[in-house]
């Protein structure tokens, strides 16, 4: 999801990074000769449902029984404010996703305030007790922080990564793994002392806020969500924090500039193959808006249809 997209239009380099990337992205199925158009019906394919925007809510079982028609199996909601998802009561919605053959296997929620200081804090930990209850009776194996609070110095960072844990045992405490989902801001570096955090190849000093949340959050209370594309945006390669952080990023947003494989700057094939050398079983589908008049569920399918001919998916 995109929260920061001002900032983001702010970096106007990044406009430049489909160009760079576009060169190492060969066709996808090249290696593989061949692609059956029949689709794998027996594929695993996560959706984050914003990815569907408010059409969604002009029909919630409707639009869910085309999710599941289009290949999906399992979702990944958003929305979740007062035992709400998008202001559909959350038992309410899971009945719908099961009556559509959908399982609700995570759910993206931000607490109220992203400056994270000892003032905040109490309001922050009031806001996961009760959010991590309301997914304890919704079942979710996952649940996932998508927003980036402020982080402006190693030391701001450090304290967001102590909220972190702190967020991670109240949700452990309700039986549900916590973790965190980056967009191309935590590529960004701080520095000790600093007083704003800076974006870019050519800045040299600091450390990466990314790379700071990995080291400074307990394994045992926070996991990672990585989005291969806003890391990409971010001027990484996914691939090799995944082979970083193997133990830490358990679940993956896929996700393009519009829909899967049309951009041609993601590698999906090699972050498939290095995902599954990771042992990693979930991943969600992500879409911005549609550029290009689209519906958010043509886009969507459009997505679906891409991973279920792609040989590399299994
Ligand atoms: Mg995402």
């Not at 967020?167 to 973790?179: D, E, L, Y």
């Not at 924090?241 to 494989?261: E, M, P, Q, T």
């Not at 990771?278 to 997505?303: A, H, S």
Request: overall charge positive.
């Amino acid at each position: 999801m995109m929260t920061n997209r001002r900032d983001f239009l702010k970096s106007a380099s990044l406009l430049t990074l489909g160009g760079l990337f576009a060169g190492k992205a060969t066709s996808v199925y090249a290696s593989n000769g061949s692609v059956s158009p029949v689709a794998n019906a027996s594929k695993t394919i996560g959706l984050q449902i914003y990815s569907l925007s408010k059409e969604l809510y002009e029909d919630v079982p409707g639009g869910l029984k085309k999710v599941k028609a289009m290949g999906y199996t399992n979702l990944e909601l958003a929305g979740y404010k007062e035992g709400k998802i998008g202001g559909v009561d959350m038992m309410e919605f899971k009945k719908m996703a099961e009556d559509a053959g959908l399982k609700i296997t995570s759910s993206h929620v931000n607490p109220p305030t992203r400056d994270y200081t000892k003032e905040s804090l109490p309001q922050i930990q009031e806001y996961w007790k009760r959010t991590a209850d309301d997914h304890a009776k919704l079942g979710v194996k996952y649940l996932i922080q998508p927003g980036q609070p402020t982080t402006r110095s190693v030391e701001e960072t450090k304290f967001v990564c102590e909220v972190f844990n702190e967020a991670g045992k109240i949700v452990k405490a309700a039986g549900i793994p916590f973790g965190y989902h980056n967009h191309e801001m935590e590529f960004a570096k701080v520095t000790p002392g600093g007083t704003e955090s800076k974006f870019g190849r050519r800045v040299r000093e600091g450390e990466l806020i990314y790379e700071l949340f990995l080291k400074n959050t307990d394994p045992s209370l926070v996991f990672f969500e990585m989005d291969v594309y806003w890391a990409v945006m971010g001027q990484q390669d996914p691939i090799q924090w995944l082979k970083n952080y193997k133990d830490r990023i358990k679940v993956l947003h896929i996700k393009d500039r519009a829909v899967l494989g049309d951009s041609g700057m993601m590698n999906f094939e090699k972050i498939f193959a290095q995902a599954a050398a990771n042992g990693i079983k979930d991943y969600f589908v992500e879409l911005e808006r549609m550029p290009d008049g689209r519906t958010q569920f043509e886009g969507v399918k459009g997505c679906a249809d891409y991973l279920l001919k792609a040989p590399f998916v299994k």
